[in-house]
C-alpha cells in the first residue's frame, strides 16, 4: 500500500486562491518531497511553441533507412497501379523487420 500523499490537490487550490486574492501574480508554483509548498510571484513565463512530432522527427533522421526498400516501394505503387499484391506486402514486413529497433 501507498503512503497518503502529504499534499492534496486541495492544498494547492486553497493556497494559490489566497494568493491571487492577495492580487499577487503567480509565476510558478514549486512542491518537494516534504510537501512545502513555494509560491514564486511574477508573470507565468510562456512554454517555447513545441512541435509535438519534433522527438519523432530527431529520432528518424538518427535511423538509416534502407535505399532498395525506398526505391522498391516506390516501383511497385507505381508500376501496379496503386495496387499491392501478397507478395510485396509479405516483402515490406521482411524490410520493417530488418529495420533497427527504437530506442
Known amino acids: 500500500?501507498?503512503?497518503?500523499?502529504?499534499i492534496t490537490?486541495?492544498?494547492?487550490?486553497?493556497?494559490?486562491?489566497?494568493v491571487l486574492r492577495?492580487?499577487?501574480?503567480?509565476?510558478r508554483i514549486e512542491?518537494?518531497?516534504t510537501g512545502k509548498i513555494v509560491i514564486i510571484p511574477g508573470t507565468p513565463e510562456s512554454a517555447p511553441e513545441m512541435?509535438?512530432?519534433a522527438d519523432l522527427e530527431q529520432i528518424a533522421s538518427?535511423?538509416?533507412?534502407?535505399?532498395a526498400s525506398l526505391t522498391g516501394m516506390a516501383g511497385r505503387a507505381s508500376g501496379s497501379g496503386g495496387k499491392v499484391g501478397k507478395r510485396s506486402i509479405s516483402k515490406m514486413r521482411q524490410?520493417?523487420?530488418?529495420?533497427?529497433?527504437?530506442?
Open 1 to 6: 500500500m501507498t503512503a497518503p500523499a502529504r
Open 9 to 18: 490537490q486541495a492544498d494547492v487550490k486553497r493556497v494559490t486562491a489566497g
Open 22 to 27: 492577495a492580487g499577487i501574480p503567480i509565476a
Open 31 to 33: 512542491i518537494d518531497h
Open 51 to 53: 512541435n509535438e512530432w
Open 62 to 67: 538518427c535511423l538509416p533507412m534502407p535505399q
Open 95 to 103: 524490410e520493417q523487420r530488418s529495420l533497427p529497433k527504437p530506442i
